[in-house]
């Protein structure tokens, strides 16, 4: 068996973790990202794969930006779809797993309770359609595939929610943010941490037919928008901000071009069946990220 696990998604943050948390564990892993494997290229995806020769992919690139993605849904859907596709087959070519990263915008937000895996998708808008595709292309090309919808994904560095409610919290005094979404914060160090987990078990006892498939793997527990930013502030104070006000609006108080699903909490009962991996509380991996962030420099957050 080849020893090398090959990290799609570059300088993304979920990437980023991935690599520190495969070395924390002795497992080498290549993170390789634009130009060099680029999703616009698909000849880019083959060479990648070829050079690399690796035992396991962990796809964590894609197209983000939800509402830029309503403007441009040729690239969402060669970022979400058609890439993670080529690197599917690739894999399924080569008998090795692939674990795809996807996401809780499959889902319209409107069931009520956590999203079980089985729970019917209805995405509503590009972003969510494209991702939830790459899905399907990824469990139709790949027959050792595991797909991981996470939810809500910050981190000490890149772009991000807490980040950004830190810079602009430390400019304003008051602010308004979305008080009637719900959701489970997700870190991304802490998401890399179970992916890596799994990886960790593949790589002792092997692929086994039962893993395959469709899993939830978020932070636990769950709040609104508004209540990650009072979190938010709520860390930050431990380092000497001042937290800003935050007044709680509605969705309808702050329009996007794409609609968010109202309430997309995800159930993750499936991941710790099969694999004993269970997020910490998302309060946990947020004190981490905030402690990370000023660590480093709260300057350009």
Known sequence: ???RILI?????QLAIALAEAAA???LDAQRVGRPTLDFDRPSSIAEVFQSSVPWLVINAAAYTAVDAAEDDADAASRANRDGPAELAQLCE??????????????FDGTKGAPYVESDPTSPQGVYGATKLAGEQAVATACTRSIILRTSW????????????????????????????????PTSAPDLADAIIGIAAQLADGGWQNHYGGVYHA???GETTWHGLAIATFAAASRHGMTPPAVDPITTGQWPTKARRPPDSRLDCGKLDATFGLRLPPWRDGLDRTVD???????SGV
């Open 1 to 3: 068996m080849a020893s």
């Open 24 to 26: 924390s564990r002795s």
């Open 218 to 220: 978020a932070g636990t």
């Open 93 to 106: 070519t080569a008998s090795i797993p692939l674990i795809h990263v996807s996401t809780d915008y499959v």
């Open 153 to 184: 994904v910050y981190s000490p560095f890149g772009k991000n929610f807490v980040r950004t409610m830190l810079a602009v919290g430390h400019k304003n005094p008051r602010l308004r943010v979305v008080a009637d979404q719900r959701g489970c």
């Open 292 to 298: 990370a962030i000023y660590a480093g420099t709260i």
């Open 8 to 12: 799609a998604g570059g300088s993304g």
